[in-house]
């Protein structure tokens, strides 16, 4: 191995298809996709205490090997010990994407940001049918966004629409910002052994389909006519992330000053992360508004996300 590791960290809100996203970049010759890593080492949930691979459904020999690698030393080491040149994280939780950039630059690693997003009210529709307030979708999005731009990390974005609209072009486009190899098969995920950890249990590996637009039903529809437009900060954060569009040839750019220290909110939150490790939360199953509709908006079976395993392709 000559050049350094590539660490590609996957920011977005849930349910903004990251896990797919995670899957098909670490489909690239010679890369390893995590999943939702930063659980294992700053876990919230009682499910984030188990090592279970979601690619084997439990117990796993790739993450054998791995298990005793400390978070400081995570990326590097899934490196050198896979001999991958890709690691892929899709942890998505913002302090651990500000501490895996600052460490992994230190150790030489080169280090891209990619942010996957869903348009308003696809994002609203993945809300909604899990029982939630159509509404609460803005909350959702801007808080995200806004305080991953204050990072002011340098990043590509990907809307989830445009990747399932045109897949070739844009994963191309996004990879060839990210600085991993494109190859056709990435799109056929599940044609590949996997082992991620904590993310979305909704995109099925085995047997899975190919990322498509979410469709949204008639009733939703309606609904949806009757919300107000997005604030003006929450069009800008739309905006912002537009512009960064990879599929449109643009290159991984900061939408805030580059800082020597992360911003406030940083703090608090590793302090309620930290917190939470002894007062974990479990995890329910949502319950569906539309049963017939739980046929999922990114490629996907419906199960239930942090609880059984996926299991993986031949
Ligand atoms: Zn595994």
Request: glycine share 10%; charged share 25%; net charge positive.
């Amino acid at each position: 191995m000559t050049a350094s590791p590539n660490l590609v960290l996957i920011a977005g809100t849930g349910r903004s298809g990251s896990t797919l996203l995670g899957l098909m970049l670490g489909s690239a010759e010679g890369a390893f996709y995590l999943g939702e890593v930063a659980a294992r080492y700053r876990p919230w949930r009682r499910h984030h205490f188990v090592l279970e691979c979601r690619g084997c459904g439990g117990v796993c020999e790739t993450w054998e090997r791995l298990r005793d690698l400390p978070e400081r030393g995570l990326h590097r080491g899934v490196a050198r010990r896979l001999g991958v040149r890709h690691v892929v994280d899709s942890s998505k939780y913002l302090p651990w994407i500000w501490d895996s950039d600052r460490r992994a630059r230190r150790q030489g690693l080169a280090v891209h940001h990619v942010a996957i997003w869903k348009e308003p009210e696809d994002l609203a529709y993945s809300i909604w049918k899990r029982g939630g307030p159509i509404g609460r979708w803005e909350r959702v999005f801007a808080s995200y966004y806004r305080r991953y731009f204050e990072l002011g990390l340098p990043f590509v974005a990907t809307s989830y629409r445009r990747l399932a609209s045109e897949p070739e072009a844009s994963l191309a486009a996004l990879c060839a910002a990210v600085g991993v190899p494109y190859r056709p098969e990435m799109l056929r995920f599940w044609e590949q052994p996997h082992h991620h950890l904590f993310a979305s249990a909704n995109v099925r590996v085995g047997g899975g389909r190919p990322i498509r637009p979410t469709r949204l039903p008639p009733v939703f529809r309606d609904l949806w006519a009757d919300q107000p437009p997005p604030r003006p900060a929450t069009a800008r954060l739309i905006e912002e992330l537009r512009a960064r569009e990879a599929a449109d040839g643009a290159g991984p750019r900061a939408a805030a000053p580059a800082r020597r220290l992360p911003p406030r909110w940083y703090f608090k939150a590793r302090a309620v992360r930290a917190f939470q490790r002894f007062r974990p939360e479990t995890w329910e199953p949502p319950s569906y508004r539309l049963e017939a509709l739980a046929e999922p908006e990114d490629g996907a079976t419906e199960a239930a996300s942090g609880g059984g395993g996926v299991s993986c392709g031949p």
